[in-house]
């Protein structure tokens, strides 16, 4: 599968974004898709993620700013971000493993550079 994170750019803080998340193939309904983040000298870090059933996880500190959702017909997944902060600042990245499959598929990421 192949998964491409678009919907970056440059923003004030307060302000939204909503990134999306593309991916190849047809069982796309079947994946969970996670969203992960990573800032300048920083690892990378899951803070987000949406089942095929719809559930949602989102890290603690991060929770009430984020919203994941999905459009199965548009093999598409979402992560709204709200409130933004300078310290979002970072290059966010989605990712999966399907089904049956064991290795973890990592989508291009797309930068958010948030300004105070």
């Known amino acids: 599968v192949q998964l491409q994170a678009s919907g970056g750019g440059s923003v004030q803080a307060g302000g939204s974004l909503t990134l999306s998340c593309s991916a190849s193939?047809?069982?796309?309904?079947?994946?969970?898709i996670d969203w992960y983040r990573q800032a300048p000298g920083k690892q990378r870090e899951l803070i987000a993620a949406?089942?095929?059933?719809?559930?949602?996880y989102y890290v603690v500190r991060l929770e009430g700013r984020l919203l994941v959702s999905r459009d199965n017909a548009q093999n598409t997944a979402y992560l709204q971000i709200n409130s933004l902060k300078p310290e979002d600042t970072a290059t966010y990245y989605c990712?999966?493993?399907?089904?049956?499959?064991?290795?973890?598929?990592w989508g291009q990421g797309t930068q958010v550079t948030v300004s105070s």
């Open positions: 949406i089942g095929s059933d719809g559930s949602t």
């Open positions: 193939g047809n069982t796309f309904s079947s994946y969970t």
């Open positions: 990712a999966t493993m399907p089904p049956g499959e064991s290795n973890y598929c």
